[in-house]
């Protein structure tokens, strides 16, 4: 009697991996004068959404070598309407993010992985976050997101408030292939902002 082995095929869907790499090389085409415009562009397009009457706004800070969307100009926005903006101080050996209160004083140092990030200053905690914008690589039509595999906003997302807004940042449209491999603990987006469109979730 043949002995067959069935195996589930996935026609219209890549896996994380398959992703980053395909984003990492189309972000790596990106001029500086480009990464300018498109994230000037995003911020305009951020200005849409409802969701400029909070507190608290979390901004990464990004990391240049990486080609992530500039943050300049949404933080200038966040800065204008006089808003609470924490930014994100990395621990590498947990996979873990602090959360530290952005002010004129609070020093930012690149790390050695490329990081902008705070040397310290004032702790929120992540209950008290009411919008987040996070970086990521690729993101598809169901609001699940690809970033760089360590897990660090998940575990971020996971101790917010489930009120707590998720937007992610994009140069690049959503990715029509489902992503293949999402896990019980990726949290999905509810919007993402690109150059051109927001995206709702």
Not at 4 to 27: G, Q, S, T
Not at 124 to 143: E, H, M, R, W, Y
Not at 190 to 198: A, F, L, N, Q
């Amino acid at each position: 009697m043949p002995f067959f082995i069935l195996v589930k095929v996935y026609p219209n869907k890549m896996n994380k991996i398959k992703l980053r790499e395909k984003y990492k090389d189309l972000r790596s085409q990106l001029s500086v004068d480009s990464i300018d415009d498109l994230s000037l562009k995003i911020a305009n397009q951020a200005l849409q959404l409802s969701i400029w009457d909070k507190k608290y706004y979390h901004m990464f800070l990004p990391i240049e070598k990486q080609k992530e969307v500039d943050t300049q100009y949404i933080l200038h926005i966040l800065q204008g309407k006089d808003k609470n903006v924490i930014v994100p101080k990395s621990d590498f050996k947990t996979n873990t993010l602090q959360h530290i209160l952005l002010t004129d004083s609070t020093p930012i140092k690149i790390n050695k992985w490329g990081i902008p990030e705070p040397v310290e200053g004032i702790e929120i905690p992540p209950v008290s976050i009411q919008v987040v914008f996070i970086p990521l690589l690729a993101f598809d039509t169901k609001g699940n997101r690809v970033g760089y595999g360590k897990g660090f906003y998940d575990k971020f997302l996971a101790d917010c408030e489930t009120t707590t807004i998720k937007i992610g940042l994009s140069l690049f449209p959503e990715e029509e292939e489902s992503i293949s491999d999402i896990l019980s603990t990726d949290i999905k987006l509810d919007y993402c902002i690109t150059p051109e469109k927001v995206y709702t979730y």
